[in-house]
T-cell receptor, first 112, second 116 residues
């Protein structure tokens, strides 16, 4: 059974810092991996989608990497801003069905 | 971009009543939608897959008679929590894939349910 773990559970950094969020999964036979952002009491916003054949994806200040063999993904946020404060969720898809298995998230606070 | 809406955004009900939550795809058709549940400070857990024109597929441990799903049209799925109890209090989120646009799926804003 696939398990997705995110470390750390919470992170507080001053504005301007570069930071890395970690995601690990137990079954490396994934179809894809996605990073989402969730604001308090809100739905999810997709940030980056990495196919199993890809090693990284970039969007603006965000860069996500994928190492299937080791069961790891990282989300790198450059020059963090207070507006980046949210919970970041990692989710893996095991096949093309769109069903996702989520990690428990990392709550990020960027202090002004 | 594609938008998925949910209604209501929050609901408070008495124990024993039934609550219906709607999930709509606003500018695309969705033959499949997903319902997730999220308890406080926990992650999203997939409850069921809603299929237009056929029965929903439930994940292990989810009671199909308690969480009734109806995919009435290509833009609407409903989740009814029957005989709700306080332990059903949670944040319910739906998602809908946009077939033909890659693996993108869009999530609704969620419905917070509080059962007293």
């Amino acid at each position: 059974k696939q398990e997705v773990t995110q470390i750390p559970a919470a992170l507080s950094v001053p504005e301007g810092e570069n930071l890395v969020l970690n995601c690990s999964f137990t079954d490396s036979a994934i179809y894809n991996l996605q990073w989402f952002r969730q604001d308090p009491g809100k739905g999810l916003t997709s940030l980056l989608l990495i196919q199993s054949s890809q090693r990284e994806q970039t969007s603006g200040r965000l860069n996500a990497s994928l190492d299937k063999s080791s069961g790891r993904s990282t989300l790198y946020i450059a020059a963090s801003q207070p507006g980046d404060s949210a919970t970041y969720l990692c989710a893996v898809g095991m096949d093309s069905s769109y069903k996702l298995i989520f990690g428990s998230g990392t709550r990020l606070l960027v202090r002004p | 971009g594609a938008v998925v809406s949910q209604h209501p955004s929050w609901v408070i009900c008495k124990s024993g009543t039934s609550v219906k939550i709607e999930c709509r795809s606003l500018d695309f058709q969705a033959t499949t939608m997903f319902w997730y549940r999220q308890f406080p400070k926990q992650s999203l857990m997939l409850m069921a897959t809603s299929n237009e024109g056929s029965k929903a597929t439930y994940e292990q441990g989810v009671e199909k008679d308690k969480f009734l799903i109806n995919h009435a049209s290509l833009t609407l799925s409903t989740l009814t929590v029957t005989s709700a109890h306080p332990e059903d209090s949670s944040f319910y989120i739906c998602s809908a894939p946009t077939s033909g646009r890659g693996e993108t799926q869009y999530f609704g804003p969620g419905t917070r349910l509080l059962v007293l």
